[in-house]
């Protein structure tokens, strides 16, 4: 049904939306932006290494209309958005281990290798203004 659709839509939305909220804050301290406070980063990077898992499934089919930056690509290149889904949740748990450690140094590359993950994805299947 059309609710389905606008639901998953809305799913994913705020799942990125919540994402982008707590990685935020990270590419602050990452750029030395704002202080670096290594609890409240790992914090974080625990809680986006949770969400990075959840988008996926509201990729359903048929929700590729209406108000979204969701371009057809997403489901002519299915396998290749599932390995980007994937490069997501295997990028974003690498990163929840890093913080672990406390060390920008260590920190630092791995959120790099997260961020690029996000621009690829963005470049080959959203909408970007
Ligand atoms: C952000 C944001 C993204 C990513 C990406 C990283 O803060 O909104 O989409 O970082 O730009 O390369």
Redesign the pocket.
């Known amino acids: 049904a059309a609710t389905d659709v606008e639901d998953a839509i809305e799913y994913r939305q705020g799942v990125f939306n919540t994402i ?1 909220w707590n ?2 804050p990270m ?1 602050a301290m990452v750029k030395g932006k704002i202080d670096f406070d290594a609890a409240e980063f790992s914090r974080r990077a625990d809680v986006v290494a949770v969400l990075a898992k959840l988008p996926r499934e509201g990729f359903i089919e048929g929700s590729d209309v209406g108000e979204t930056d969701a371009r057809p690509e997403i489901w002519e290149n299915k396998d290749d958005f599932d390995a980007g889904m994937d490069a997501l949740a295997k990028n974003a748990a690498a990163l929840a281990d890093a913080a672990k450690s406390g060390d920008m140094d260590v920190i630092k590359p791995v959120f790099g290798e997260l ?2 993950t ?2 690829g994805c ?1 470049d080959d299947f959203r909408v970007e203004d």
Request: glycine share 22%; hydrophobic share 20%; net charge positive.
């Open positions: 982008k990685f935020g590419a961020g690029k996000c621009k963005h």
